[in-house]
């Protein structure tokens, strides 16, 4: 198994072989060596397991093949039709964190849900309104927020348009998002897990990659009450410092965050 993986290209491919194994075991990894030795498999098995190495060489995603990604130490559903949860996104929520200690907050763009059901686990006293351009992100929102017991706080919201969302005015703590900030032009030429299989809504920018940047920051201001925050996630260290540079009276820069390759990856903006 490992070996085809290999041959085809897939970096790490020992380690991928033993998420799928583990996948269709329905064990943890922690066990898989433990019970390695016992560890056979019947025909049926090896025919689904050879169908998941089919779908991995042909560049589907591991985490839509084994069904979920980690996040924050908790595992979270995905699969066709939303975005795979990034590590570098957590930063995004240990900066909102931050700032928001508890009242209601916006998710925009929340793919699986990943952001608002995180947010409302560690602020057990807030309030989420999550909102998608598309229904099949929002049906596997609904089903992490489910699992994790959190639907009766938080408002789904399908939506397009910014415009559209059913936010009073000044009534939130904190906007957040990890909008589409992949230029038209470049979707392309990304891997083909991503590419070919992640949902082209939750990627494309618009022609610059800054579309949904600049509509969250025209809008921001009005929903966000006195002290409130804008934190977003950033693509490169180009748009983070075009992006800095965005103030008006109502709303304040106050920083840029890097990940962990030294790259600025957050903003944050203040309600004044």
Known sequence: M???????GIEGAENEAEWLLCSLK?????QLWLNLWRTSLSEEEIFCLEKMVERRIKREPLQ?????????GRDFSVGQGCLVPRPETELLVEEALRYFSGGTFLDWGTGSGCIASTLLLERPLANGIAVDASPKALKW???????????????????????DVPVPEKSLGLVISNPPYIPTSAIKGLMDEVALYEPQ??????????FF??????????WLSSGGHLVMEMGDDDQARYLAAYETIALRFVRLVKDLQGFYRIGVWCRV
């Open 2 to 8: 490992a070996t085809r993986l290999r041959d085809a």
């Open 26 to 30: 329905g064990i943890a990894r922690s």
């Open 64 to 72: 839509y093949i084994i069904g979920y990604e980690s996040f924050w």
């Open 141 to 163: 929102a609904w089903k992490n927020l489910k699992k994790y017991g959190l639907l009766q706080r938080c408002l789904l919201w399908h939506s397009r348009d910014i415009e």
């Open 201 to 210: 809504i939750a990627l494309d920018g618009g022609h610059d990659g800054l």
């Open 213 to 222: 940047y600049k509509k969250l920051m025209e809008k921001s201001p009005l």
